[in-house]
């Protein structure tokens, strides 16, 4: 599991450093704009305790469904950010906390998958 999970940060970093080093040109970023892509990989292994019983399939699942979000999110991020009005920047931000309460969610609701 550890080592998939390296693979999936790497690819989460690869796909998603784009768009951050672009949203620098258009909003301010700081700390976080770079590491919230990674909270939601890395909040599904303390939620790992809760809901179902874990499987390694529940692991692939979740975790690439959680990845998939966490790599378009810079995107839409950085699509937003292209309007210029503050509502959407505002939204933009909120939308960083969308991998953490994804992997909550699946958490909570994702019955044991067979291995």
Known sequence: M???SAI???LIAVVAIYPM???RKRQRTN???YVYP???VAAWFPLSGVGSTVSLS???VEVFWIAVLSVLLPWGRWL???T???QIKTLSLLLTFLPILAAVVMRLTMPTLPE
Request: charged share 15%; aromatic share 30%.
């Open 21 to 23: 080093v672009a949203l």
């Open 8 to 10: 999936w940060f790497l």
């Open 31 to 33: 700390w976080w704009d």
């Open 84 to 86: 210029g009005k503050e």
């Open 58 to 60: 529940n692991f692939v």
């Open 38 to 40: 990674f909270t939601g």
């Open 80 to 82: 937003l950010s292209r």
């Open 2 to 4: 550890i080592a998939f």
